[in-house]
């Protein structure tokens, strides 16, 4: 029976990864390899899919087909839409028509199982056998929603970058699925192809490069405060000693969120260049070998160091570790990694020698323990090194990861005492607690 490998990517960046797994023997022989592409922005219409961005082609090569998740399902929304349970062998059916698949024997790998549309696309081959890979630091967090064991079950293992050495990640281990490296050396050979891509790039060398993430769409900041996180990149940045500056905004930013950085460049004196190509940082840091990298919680900040040995700073994290709702939003691992590992442009001699936090063994213990509180019920096992954790290491270094709340909700160390843990859930002390903010609010007015 021949076999047919199905790799859904969503993102040039998981495409590089899946060809790099490839290209270093991850996968084995297959009779045809097809690339299924999904656009899940908010409006697919009007940004381009990942087949259009530059440097594709130079990916194409490894898939026999390339298919489109968008035109298959239209005029559903990849992220909105997933198969009745009744229908899923009239689905099956129909794919196999359509992408010209017969009987074959389907091997499917896909990145962020536990929502749409990796999660249906897994549905409809209920026979296949599943690989997922991660895209990013996510994977390092646990799996964000309950996932039914009919796929979850089928997962045989994490194929992921190893972009925090020693931390292995959390995602799909209440399943027992065993986490794989996809090599770095074959990733940066895949990204190196990738180099004179873009001709419309501007040439700048060796500048101090910000990474804007447009997380207003994520509803974690206004746009203004994230005008402002931009603003503090660049500060952050002169602080260095760095004149000149490249600013990649994310590629659904709008342009406004430049203006304001340019009006701060050109008041500090700093001769900015915006980046207006949709392309990959990791293109950039072999186009101009930055001199430092600045950003709030990007997974490029990991590569820009990890893979290319660049010096790099995070900025606004603080800012993000408090405003992320809720508790169990699935960047807030992310943003406790980079928070923990990397400096903040202030720590001038940490960014200098590209200095990270080197205590793995407390980073693992704390991302485990932010990972229960996150999804108690997912990881129930963790409960007991948590407990530990929180008893012997928080304090005014580490507080920042946990609200008092969720620690109180769940019974952990930090949160309110037990014999006063009625009180948040007492109506006569939450009125007056309501009063009594009212009251204060009022009287800051005056």
Known sequence: MATTQIFFASSLYGTATLAAAIDSGAF??????????????????TTPSLDEMAGFERLRDRFDDVLSWNETIAPFHPGDWSPRADDVPLWERYLRLLWNLGDDRIELAVESIQVNPALAIAQLFPDARLHVYADGLMSYGPTR?????????RVERLLHLDL????????????????????????????????DTGAALPDVEEPALLLGQYLSALNILSPDEEEDLHVRMLKGAVGLGHTRAVFKPHPSAP??????????AERLGVDLTVVDTPVLAEV??????????VGCFSTALLTASTLYGLPVARVGTDTLLARLKPYENSNRVPVTIVDALLPAPDDQAAVAERRWSTDTGALTELVRTVGFAMQPKILPQLRAEAERYLSARLDDGTRRYFKKKRLTSLGLPGGVPAQLGFLPRNAAVRRVARKARSLQRAMARR
């Open 28 to 45: 084995s022989d297959a009779d045809r390899r097809l690339l299924l592409v999904s656009n899940n922005a908010a409006i697919p219409e």
């Open 255 to 264: 342009a406004r969120f430049t203006r304001t950085l340019e009006d701060e």
């Open 145 to 153: 929603n309950k996932i039914d064991p009919l796929v979850g079950t």
């Open 164 to 195: 925090v050495p020693g931390l292995e990640p959390l995602l799909l281990t209440e399943f027992g699925v065993a986490p794989e490296v996809v090599p770095a050396p074959a990733f940066t050979k895949v990204l190196a192809e990738l180099v």
């Open 284 to 293: 950039l840091y072999q186009r101009m070998r930055p001199a430092l990298v």
